[in-house]
């Protein structure tokens, strides 16, 4: 059975504290929601704002593929004329084939918010969908806090949708506006309602109850067509319903059609690029789509998804453009490490003992490989016999000098190996790291110009034993990138210093070994799989 997705990132999914979209980053958000194959995308509240007007006079120059562009507004204000009520003219100058129309459904919110009289309300929706449908507009009609408004007065309830029906509205669309209904609750309503209107129906939920993709599942089965939410769950308080769980569970567990196997490939990538472009972290535990949700850490675990995938997994990864991945840890056997190292295409053969053994020693020191898999993969190929390091760190001098009137200033000394070589250099920077950075790189481009396309990318700092105060164990992430490859080092030590620059002599070394093995190096998440 086709079921419709109705994405409303843009509009409700920017309600969500610290997320804020500009123009661009709209266009860019509702491009990839096309290309993904959603059905409608409302675009925002031409009413409300110039950027929300702005965002529908571009998309109407636009050409979409799979999706039609909803604007989002209310019923008309009481005691006006739709014809000249600010709000549906603004509905109207989006000039999009959709236009999306909330109204009341909940007495109290009738007589107490609106302050209008129950009769009017209906009145304001009936004239507010005819006027949409004169225009010749795909009307959906989102009858807000319907859940709790049937509750209340499930006949007056009824009467709103009946009037939304009557006017000629195509969808209506019943909302569980503050999130706090179960799912039993949403499925006795709208099997109630589905025996009383004929209008297909939709859902919408949000997620302050921790259940609104199990909502949006259930009204589904009692016969809702439509589904509404954002990606990733963004919306206000605790969020709308996650489209990105809605769909795998529709198509992959239940056996509706939402869009094509390809297409739901690239769920992973369309989660990760809105949270990029939302500039918020993805959830890396996220069901389906985060970078955990399909790894193995345990031996016992990892032992039984070598001889059988599924047997720890409960779909196959690839249906949603995710991938396995083994978690090197100190709960690791030594089938995770051979996993992981032919995972990376490393001869491991016989290595494993050897190099579990590093990882727990190294581990019970406070390095950390689950986020290092540069590291990792350097363990793995420096444990072979037959490996020769690009280069060798043999000293290395730091000072940093803070002097009256003069902005503080770090310089390195860098003594290195190459071959037989001995290069020694000196670089400043704006810190020590920075200045460190510099003097290898000065020494290692001579004999390596490649590196010069490798940028560090991110460098993240964590104290281990915050007790120990400035004599604590400092953990190192290096972040480093060369086009659209991006690999992760790990340093430890209690001196920040040596911690950075183990991290960094890492990252500069993995790069040089994978071009010797001609072999790429590792690409971040979604990048290995969306081919
Ligand atoms: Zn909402």
């Known amino acids: 059975m086709q079921i419709f997705l109705y994405d409303t990132t843009l509009r409700d999914g920017t309600q969500r504290e610290g997320l804020s979209l500009s123009l661009a980053d709209k266009l860019k958000i509702a491009r990839e929601l096309d290309r993904f194959g959603m059905h409608y995308i409302e675009g925002g509240w031409p009413g409300s704002n110039p950027k929300d007007a702005a965002f529908f006079a571009e998309a109407a120059k636009m050409e979409w593929k799979h999706a039609k562009i909803a604007a989002f507004g209310s019923t008309r204000r009481a005691n006006s004329k739709p014809e000249t009520d600010a709000n549906l003219k603004a509905l109207l100058d989006a000039n999009t084939p959709v236009v999306t129309l909330v109204g009341k459904s909940w007495t109290l919110h009738v007589t107490e918010v609106l302050e209008t009289t129950l009769e009017e309300n209906l009145a304001m929706i009936r004239d507010s969908v005819a006027l949409m449908k004169a225009h010749g507009k795909e009307v959906i009609y989102d009858a807000e806090h319907f859940f709790d408004g049937f509750r209340a007065d499930n006949t007056y309830a009824l009467a709103t949708i009946k009037a939304a029906a009557e006017a000629g509205a195509d969808w209506i669309v019943l909302c569980d506006t503050n999130g706090g209904s179960l799912p039993d609750w949403i499925s006795a309503v709208v099997q109630q309602v589905k025996g009383k209107i004929k209008t297909q129906l939709g859902i919408h939920t949000h997620n302050d109850s921790e259940l609104a993709v199990a909502n949006s599942l259930a009204a589904i089965v009692a016969g809702c067509r439509q589904v509404q939410g954002t990606i990733n769950g963004y919306g206000e308080r605790c969020g709308n319903a996650n489209l990105i769980s809605i769909?795998?569970?529709?198509?992959?567990?239940?056996g509706m059609?939402?869009?094509?196997?390809d297409q739901l490939q690239r769920l992973t990538e369309l989660s990760r690029t809105v949270s990029e472009i939302a500039n918020l972290n993805p959830d890396e535990h996220a069901a389906y789509v985060g970078n955990s949700a399909f790894a193995?850490?345990?031996?016992?675990?990892?032992?039984?998804?070598?001889?059988?995938?599924?047997s720890y997994q409960h779909i196959?990864?690839?249906q949603v453009g995710n991938r396995k991945r083994v978690v090197i840890s100190e709960l690791?056997?030594?089938?995770?490490?051979?996993?992981?190292?032919e995972e990376l295409g490393v001869e491991s053969a016989g290595l494993e003992r050897g190099v579990l053994e590093r990882v727990k020693l190294l581990e019970s020191k406070g390095f950390q490989f689950e986020a290092a898999e540069g590291s990792f993969e350097l363990l793995v190929r420096r444990a072979a016999a037959d490996y020769t390091a690009p280069f060798k760190?043999?000293?290395?001098?730091t000072i940093v000098e803070q002097r009256r009137g003069v902005e503080m200033q770090a310089e390195a000394t860098v003594k290195l190996q190459i071959g037989e070589e001995i290069y020694h250099t000196a670089a400043s920077g704006n810190g020590p790291v920075n200045a460190l950075d510099q003097a290898m790189r000065k020494a290692l481009l001579s004999r390596y110009p490649e590196l010069a396309d490798v940028h560090l990318v991110d460098y993240k700092v964590r104290i281990l034993d915050s007790e120990s105060a400035t004599g604590a164990t400092?953990?190192?992430?290096?972040?480093?990138?060369?086009?659209?490859?991006?690999w992760t080092t790990v340093g430890c030590s209690e001196n920040i210093i040596e911690a950075s620059w183990q991290a960094l002599v890492d990252s500069l070394e993995l790069p040089l070994v994978r071009a010797q093995s001609n072999q790429p190096v590792l690409l971040k998440h979604a990048e290995t799989v969306a081919a």
């Open 316 to 318: 196959d990864p690839v």
């Open 393 to 397: 760190l043999l000293d290395v001098v």
């Open 257 to 261: 059609f939402c869009v094509l196997p």
């Open 296 to 310: 193995h850490k345990g031996g016992i675990h990892v032992a039984a998804v070598a001889k059988v995938e599924h």
């Open 474 to 486: 400092t953990r190192v992430l290096i972040e480093a990138a060369m086009g659209e490859e991006r």
């Open 332 to 341: 690791s056997g030594r089938g995770n490490i051979k996993m992981r190292a």
């Open 247 to 254: 769909i795998p569970n529709l198509q992959v567990k239940m």
